[in-house]
Each structure stands twice: as structure tokens, then as C-alpha cells.
């Protein structure tokens, strides 16, 4: 019960931080960054569509699209990614500031960094839906390893689309099936969010997803709980997010640049594009190269 409490008082400070825990989608709380305009601590987008049976998966189609954009922004080309030295991860201490997120003997580990002195950042992409239609072009452009974590419902219509970018590079991990604020949930229905796509991402992309991401980044003890059942082993948050092209977050980190074993959020939305080739100049000009996350979380 005592767990139960801090866990509850943590999540209360984030939404009183955030205003997250209003109805969905929250919007980001910005704050005046040295550098940088904005600076958000939640994720920052619109849920994804729930389509309740195949009929309604035409809403994904991206074939059935008009691009507003022709042209790919230039990138960086980068050398291959070091061979990984990986190192025992213990977890984050200080999510947001405010103190060590729950933790549940033998349950999943929160992490929002790498610990590594290698000189990787690690990219990850979060939904599914609502794609620029220049994003394959993109990431075959940019031939750099990204995680997406993906939408269980996404995955369930455009399983095709989604192999197409696993060959470019990409590896699925799990998002939810349906992108809840899992705290509204209790146990049972947490367990049903992470355990419902396992299988399917199982037959769908050759892997049982390791990975879990909570949408908007919010969590209670159940929920590590729930992922143990599901055998996902790190629920994975952010220390840099990226909005859109001019807006980059660096929640509680006095300098404003990217460092070794940072986990970079983006998601797949209008913006996605500039955003990531954004991104991309940054890593460069830190002098450091995109990695593989899973190759660092074993
Ligand atoms: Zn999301």
C-alpha cells in the first residue's frame, strides 16, 4: 500500500507538472530552454485512431494520400555504429525530477538513457499512424538504425508497411494496443495493453517485443508489473524529445546538447520529416553516430 501511495503521489506531481493526466491527448507544458524555445516533459501528439474491425484500417492507408511535400531533406551520413559495449543497466533514479520511478522486485526496469561512454544516441519513433508520405524515402536516405514503438491497432492493419521499414532498419517494440494513460488502468487491464500484441508482433516481424513505452510516458507500479507478466523486460522512456523541427525538449539537463546514450523521441506525424533529418544534424554535429537501442538492453 505504501508503494502504491508513492506511486500515486509521483504520478499526481506529473500531472500537476504536466497537466498529462487530463483527458487525452495532453497538451505539453513548455518551458523556456537556454537555446531552445521549448522544452516538453510529456509526449507530445494525438493518439491514434482505434479501429475496431479490418474495415475501418482504411483510415491508415497511405497509398490513399495526397503528399502536401515532394522534397526529402538533405542528411548526414554517418560511420556504422561501434560494436556495442554493453554495460549492466540499473534504471533511471530521477524521471522528471521527481525522485525513483516504481520498481517492484524482479520486475521490468525503467530506463531514459544509456549508460555508455561509446559515443551513440539512439533513436526511437513512437505511434504509427498518420505518416508522411516521404518517410520511407527518409529512412532509406538515412540508413541509420531507429526503434519504433508501435501501436497495437497500427501494426493489426499495416503489417506490409511496417516489414518495409523493418528492412530499412527499424525494430517494432511494443506501444500498447490501444494508447491509454495506463495509471487509468488497473492491473488487468495494463496486463491486456502489453500482452494483447506480443503474438501478433511475434508472427508479424520475427521478435517478441523487450520493449515497452508508455503513452505520454506515464506509469505506475502496475504497470512494471503487468510487463513482467508479458515478459517485456524495459519499459523505455526519453531524455531528448523532438516535436517538430524547431522544437527540441531536454527535460531536466542543464546543457542543451546531445550526450553519449541518449534515447531521442520522435513521432511519426506531419512534422516527422524535418524533425528527423533535424535530429540527424544534431547527432552529427555531437559528433556522435545513431545505434541499435536493443543492442544496448540485453
Ligand atoms: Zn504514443
Do not use: I, N
Given at each position: 500500500m505504501a508503494k502504491s501511495r508513492v506511486v500515486l503521489v509521483v504520478v499526481a506531481s506529473i500531472c500537476a507538472i504536466?497537466?498529462?493526466?487530463?483527458?487525452?491527448?495532453p497538451r505539453p507544458r513548455a518551458i523556456a530552454g537556454r537555446g531552445m524555445p521549448n522544452v516538453h516533459v510529456v509526449e507530445p501528439h494525438v493518439a491514434p485512431i482505434r479501429p475496431?474491425?479490418?474495415?475501418?484500417?482504411?483510415?491508415?492507408?497511405?497509398?490513399g494520400r495526397t503528399p502536401r511535400y515532394t522534397r526529402i531533406p538533405d542528411v548526414p551520413s554517418f560511420p556504422p555504429p561501434p560494436r556495442p559495449d554493453v554495460q549492466e543497466v540499473h534504471g533511471t533514479t530521477s524521471w522528471l525530477g521527481l525522485g525513483r520511478p516504481p520498481r517492484r522486485p524482479g520486475s521490468a526496469i525503467v530506463v531514459d538513457r544509456i549508460p555508455t561512454r561509446q559515443k551513440v544516441v539512439f533513436l526511437t519513433i513512437d505511434?504509427?499512424?498518420?505518416?508522411?508520405?516521404?518517410t520511407d524515402a527518409l529512412l532509406r536516405k538515412a540508413k541509420v538504425p531507429v526503434t519504433v514503438f508501435l501501436v497495437g491497432t497500427v501494426q493489426r492493419c499495416e503489417t506490409p508497411y511496417f516489414r518495409g521499414m523493418q528492412r530499412l532498419g527499424a525494430r517494432m517494440e511494443n506501444h500498447?494496443?490501444?494508447?491509454?494513460?495506463?495509471?487509468?488502468?488497473g492491473l488487468t487491464g495494463q496486463r491486456r495493453e502489453i500482452c494483447g500484441p506480443q503474438p501478433r508482433f511475434q508472427k508479424a516481424f520475427g521478435h517478441r517485443p523487450q520493449l515497452f513505452r508508455p503513452p505520454y510516458g506515464m506509469f505506475n507500479a502496475d504497470t512494471l508489473t503487468a510487463m513482467s507478466d508479458c515478459k517485456v523486460h524495459y519499459l523505455v522512456l526519453w531524455t531528448v524529445s523532438v516535436h517538430d523541427r524547431r522544437t527540441i525538449g531536454y527535460p531536466h539537463r542543464r546543457s542543451h546538447t546531445l550526450e553519449p546514450g541518449d534515447i531521442i523521441l520522435m513521432h511519426f506525424q506531419n512534422d516527422f520529416v524535418e524533425s528527423y533529418a533535424t535530429v540527424l544534424k544534431l547527432v552529427k554535429e555531437a559528433g556522435l553516430t545513431p545505434a541499435l537501442l536493443e543492442d544496448y538492453l540485453q
Open positions: 504536466t497537466a498529462a493526466c487530463a483527458t487525452p491527448p475496431k474491425d479490418a474495415a475501418e484500417c482504411r483510415v491508415y492507408d497511405p497509398t505511434d504509427g499512424s498518420d505518416r508522411d508520405p516521404r500498447t494496443e490501444f494508447h491509454p494513460l495506463m495509471p487509468r488502468r
